[in-house]
């Protein structure tokens, strides 16, 4: 490892080339590689190259650049702001890099590192914004990656924004230094402004602005309403890590992994309201007084929910009482936890001449006298993803078996679903009761029933009917003995 006090070989800088001359020597990949890379930039491309290929040629057509069709001499780079050696030939890329350091210009030798003056980055591009990656001697393979995850975590309208906040810089100048500066910035970009340009709404963005820069106080809260997936960290969508980087503070439930909580930000206040045992659990109404108290008082929160926010997670209720107070919101999908198991099993929920249609559900939807109107649905082919259906598997499988499905009908059940210790079973509609006494189940099982089950993968799973017979086996057993 590198020691704490460890020194650049290589100093990262910014140059100016609005309107410059910047040429690139060479004919083929390397060059038009360059070429691609300078044309994010308003630079002026000179590429001198005798025998261009046909793919640099039809990039210098659609990009407008000079085309010096002809052999290097060292007067085809004079004038330029930089240089960039991409003939793939030794001898002339060093050639190239003689003449331009005679000449006082900058080079870049592609892949020559002792050729050059300085690197070109791996860029991840938000203009006015940029950020450039740099590895010095760990190669490019590793920027790239770099530049690759840092490019999934910027909002593409970053560059929207900055372009808006340079806008204002004049404006907000003028307000006094300190705190009332300090916290029009921070307003701007993580408030109103930021959401509005997110969402395309650039008047309304301009508009914000202006009244954060008539306003003392600081503006209102915004609350996220946020699916934390299944489970699985790489399965939280990017504007959820984004959201969270951004909290003041995080407001999440039990099945929400400790993991994804760590993501938020480091300072940002986290509220645990879900049930856990031997806890308390907040009631509906408490969370609801609790994410408009934390909106009142202009804070930003991700209400992190497992799976999506929008699928069993009460989030009517809590949007209903953020609109009733006044409390901007958004809501950020998640990866629901019928697809995660759907994906485990690489089981498809609609399958041509088998299922067109699916049904999201509960178990506890059949505990009533009479079937609800998705059992019809199950019945006549749809697949049937039942939530939390483990304490109640036989009352659904013989309630759907009594309605008319049959007991052969395919189905899946996974336990953790997109985790690492996730359990896979398979079996029938029949075999289905076992589960109820499965007490070694204690994470949250996703059950789907239907014919287009038969499509999954079961080479990882366990089936049902195994359990189901070593407790026949084990009932008989006691009440032999109860007979002896």
């Given at each position: 490892?590198?020691?704490?006090?460890?020194?650049?070989?290589?100093?990262?800088?910014?140059?100016?080339?609005?309107?410059?001359?910047?040429?690139?020597?060479?004919?083929?990949?390397?060059?038009?590689?360059?070429?691609?890379?300078?044309?994010?930039?308003?630079?002026?491309?000179?590429?001198?190259?005798?025998?261009?290929?046909?793919?640099?040629?039809?990039?210098?057509?659609?990009?407008?650049?000079?085309?010096?069709?002809?052999?290097?001499?060292?007067?085809?780079?004079?004038?330029?702001?930089?240089?960039?050696?991409?003939?793939?030939?030794?001898?002339?890329?060093?050639?190239?890099?003689?003449?331009?350091?005679?000449?006082?210009?900058?080079?870049?030798?592609?892949?020559?590192?002792?050729?050059?003056?300085?690197?070109?980055?791996?860029?991840?591009?938000?203009?006015?914004?940029?950020?450039?990656?740099?590895?010095?001697?760990?190669?490019?393979?590793l920027a790239q990656l770099l530049r690759v995850r840092i490019d999934r975590m910027?909002?593409?309208?970053?560059?929207?924004?900055?372009?808006?906040?340079?806008?204002?810089?004049?404006?907000?100048?003028?307000?006094?230094?300190?705190?009332?500066?300090?916290?029009?910035?921070n307003d701007f970009f993580a408030g109103a402004p930021a959401k509005a340009v997110e969402a395309g709404e650039f008047a309304k963005a301009h508009y914000a602005a202006l009244d954060l820069l008539a306003s003392g106080a600081p503006a209102m809260g915004h609350i996220a309403l946020v699916g934390a997936g299944p489970g699985a960290e790489d399965l939280l969508t990017l504007r959820a890590h984004r959201l969270l980087m951004e909290a003041d503070a995080i407001v999440y439930d039990a099945l929400v992994p400790e993991a994804i909580v760590a993501m938020g930000r480091r300072d940002g206040e986290r509220l645990p309201v879900g049930k856990r045992k031997g806890c308390h659990s907040k009631s509906q109404e408490e969370i609801n007084a609790l994410l408009i108290e934390l909106g009142s008082a202009g804070k930003r929160v991700v209400r992190l929910k497992s799976g999506d926010p929008l699928v069993f997670g009460r989030a009517g209720e809590e949007m209903a009482a953020l609109r009733e107070a006044g409390i901007a919101y958004e809501v950020v999908p998640g990866v629901t936890a019928a697809f995660a198991a759907a994906a485990d099993f690489e089981l498809p929920l609609t399958l041509r001449g088998v299922s067109s249609s699916m049904v999201f559900t509960t178990g506890h939807d059949l505990k009533g006298n009479s079937l609800p109107d998705w059992a019809k649905l199950a019945i006549s082919g749809a697949t049937v993803a039942v939530y939390m259906g483990r304490s109640v598997a036989a009352e659904v499988a013989g309630r759907l078996i009594e309605a008319g499905l049959s007991p052969d009908t395919a189905v899946a059940v996974v336990e953790n679903a997109s985790l690492g210790n996730r359990r896979r079973f398979h079996?029938?509609?029949?075999?289905?009761?076992?589960?109820?006494?499965?007490?070694?189940?204690?994470?949250?099982?996703?059950?789907?029933?239907?014919?287009?089950?038969?499509?999954a993968n079961f080479e990882r799973s366990e089936p049902l009917a195994a359990h189901r017979q070593e407790e026949d086996a084990a009932s008989a057993a006691a009440a032999d003995g109860v007979q002896q």
């Open positions: 490892m590198s020691p704490a006090n460890a020194k650049l070989n290589a100093f990262p800088v910014f140059m100016r080339v609005d309107g410059e001359a910047v040429a690139i020597v060479g004919n083929g990949e390397e060059a038009l590689a360059k070429a691609r890379l300078l044309a994010q930039s308003s630079a002026a491309l000179r590429i001198i190259a005798d025998n261009a290929d046909a793919e640099l040629l039809a990039f210098i057509a659609t990009a407008g650049a000079v085309h010096v069709d002809a052999a290097y001499d060292a007067a085809q780079i004079e004038g330029a702001a930089m240089v960039f050696a991409a003939s793939g030939d030794e001898a002339l890329d060093r050639r190239v890099a003689e003449d331009a350091r005679r000449l006082g210009i900058p080079v870049n030798a592609v892949d020559r590192p002792e050729l050059c003056d300085f690197f070109t980055p791996a860029l991840v591009n938000r203009a006015p914004v940029a950020i450039a990656i740099g590895t010095e001697g760990a190669g490019p393979v910027l909002s593409p309208s970053l560059g929207r924004l900055a372009a808006l906040a340079a806008s204002f810089r004049a404006a907000a100048e003028r307000l006094p230094k300190g705190n009332r500066r300090r916290r029009f910035w079996g029938t509609l029949a075999d289905l009761p076992s589960l109820e006494a499965r007490a070694d189940l204690t994470g949250p099982v996703m059950t789907i029933i239907g014919d287009a089950v038969a499509g």
